[in-house]
């Protein structure tokens, strides 16, 4: 229909022309985005007072100077902390609101002291602890305050300036980026711990600097294996059967039934496509390049151990004075990429969060991602950001990037474990407890004499010969009640007695 005729039917006003178009089917495209939205919104409401209703804490974790763990140790901790995992089924999701709980791993350098922290809601407080003293038995672990709340709420002002952004992957986030094994030698097996380039970064930055790196990772199930193993064998070249989507199989199912009707009552049907798939050779393996085996190789390395959802963010803050993004962002990138491959996967800065618009409105733009950034930072939300942030990494790619500095790192800013604390001797002798009740009860009684030293320490048979007097029937005239003479008190605590009958005296 002309457009000419279609304001014509309309009566040439907006208001009747979408009413028009309305009336005649357009509601059906209309109303199932409305109740997208209402649904979206309802569910936002919900989830939102479900975590108010969740109380979080952070952990500091110190672990000793000669700390001679290997990667394996933290690898072996994800995994554990991997436990969480519990998907909420329908109705505790769209009635209680409920979703899956995430934790934060954050590496903090406030003007060069560099701490290691863990934020988890507070009922997964002993799963954290147990993880890491289960593989770091020395080190110690504290609950403490939260350092973003010791920097205004909302930055830049006039005394703060502030770069921030997301980590996205370079491809797709099926494949691996590079993890610990690839830095170890294989001739003389010396790891190269990517984490010191990372701290000597942190610990450079001096008074009225902040440097923030947060990692929010969430557990989740097997379901993303599947398209990595998918992705594996279509680089193979082997047949993969390609799943519709619900819209396809609600095309597809109801030509079917079209196509069956239809048979059945005219001897013709709908003609139905045959369901897809693809039609290259069988497989092409022999022919595949060194590249391509790698990726295979890689996909399905990554697929064999558990993963999070991990949403990476970094904030660099600082007073106006101090504040130079060069020396600081340029060094931090540069470390971060450390984990990259150029065939497989890696890490990048990305361009929609990053805190550096371009072309137009840049300063209200810069702005705005500025206070974005820092509000998802301090909420540590996995669902703000960039939209291909919220990747898989796998337990061993977590390790890489957050892990305890190895002995053979010498950054000394690294807030660490002075001493070893060793538990008491299993044979040391140890006073009762209802003794050592006594004696604190003697030791504050401003009487305490031998004849009260006798009474609290009698023994449990003598007190049972001893059979308390029997009470006198008769009417009590008198009652006599002993008193201590004031000369025997000086006051209160201090005692005075006579001497002992040996002392010498000259």
Not at 80 to 89: E, L, N, R, T, V
């Amino acid at each position: 229909m002309p457009l000419q005729d279609l304001f014509a039917l309309g009566g040439g006003s907006p208001l009747t022309v979408f009413w028009f178009l309305l009336s005649q089917g357009g509601w059906m495209i209309i109303l199932p985005i409305m109740i997208w939205a209402f649904g979206w919104g309802y569910l936002e409401i919900l989830q939102n007072g479900f975590n108010a209703r969740l109380t979080k804490t952070l952990l500091a974790i110190d672990v000793p100077k000669d700390n001679e763990q290997s990667f394996r140790a933290i690898e072996q901790i994800f995994a554990q902390i991997a436990g969480a995992h519990d998907d909420p089924d329908f109705t505790e999701k769209y009635l209680d609101g409920r979703f899956q709980e995430y934790f934060s791993l954050e590496i903090v350098s406030v003007e060069g002291y560099i701490q290691f922290l863990i934020w988890t809601p507070k009922k997964f407080q002993d799963l954290i602890e147990a993880a890491f003293y289960a593989q770091y038995p020395d080190a110690e672990i504290t609950e403490v305050e939260d350092y973003v709340d010791d920097v205004p709420k909302e930055i830049p002002n006039e005394d703060y300036e502030l770069y921030g952004g997301e980590f996205v992957p370079t491809n797709r986030q099926y494949y691996s980026i590079r993890t610990y094994p690839q830095f170890e030698d294989k001739l003389t097996g010396v790891a190269v711990d990517p984490m010191a380039g990372l701290l000597e970064v942190m610990s450079k930055i001096g008074p009225g600097e902040q440097v923030w790196l947060q990692l929010v990772i969430t557990p989740v199930g097997d379901e993303w294996k599947e398209q990595a193993k998918r992705l594996a064998l279509k680089i193979a070249g082997k047949k993969v059967k390609v799943s519709y989507n619900l819209i396809e199989k609600a095309v597809y199912g109801s030509l079917k039934t079209v196509s069956y009707m239809g048979e059945q009552t005219l001897g013709t049907g709908v003609s139905v496509p045959e369901e897809k798939a693809d039609d290259k050779p069988p497989s092409i393996l022999l022919h595949l390049t060194p590249g391509e085996l790698n990726q295979i190789k890689s996909l399905e390395e990554k697929a064999a151990k558990i993963a999070f959802k991990t949403r990476f963010r970094f904030v660099y803050i600082a007073r106006r004075e101090v504040y130079s993004k060069p020396r600081v962002i340029s060094p931090l990138v540069g470390a971060v990429k450390q984990f990259n491959t150029q065939d497989l996967g890696g890490l990048k800065v990305d361009k929609l969060t990053k805190t550096k618009a371009k072309y137009f409105f840049i300063k209200r733009r810069n702005l705005a991602r500025k206070h974005r950034i820092l509000r998802a930072y301090r909420s540590r939300t996995s669902w703000v950001g960039a939209r291909t942030g919220n990747c898989i990494l796998n337990i061993e790619e977590l390790a890489s990037i957050y892990h305890f500095p190895l002995i053979t790192v010498k950054t000394a800013s690294v807030t660490r474990v002075e001493t070893k604390k060793y538990e008491p001797p299993r044979k040391l002798p140890i006073l009762p407890r209802e003794i050592l009740k006594q004696e604190a009860a003697l030791a504050d009684n401003p009487l305490g004499n031998e004849a009260m030293r006798e009474v609290f320490l009698r023994s449990p048979e003598e007190t049972q010969h001893n059979e308390a007097p029997e009470l006198s029937t008769q009417t009590v005239t008198e009652v006599q009640i002993p008193r201590t003479p004031k000369s025997s008190v000086v006051d209160a605590g201090h005692i005075k007695n006579t001497p002992p009958t040996n002392l010498p005296i000259g």
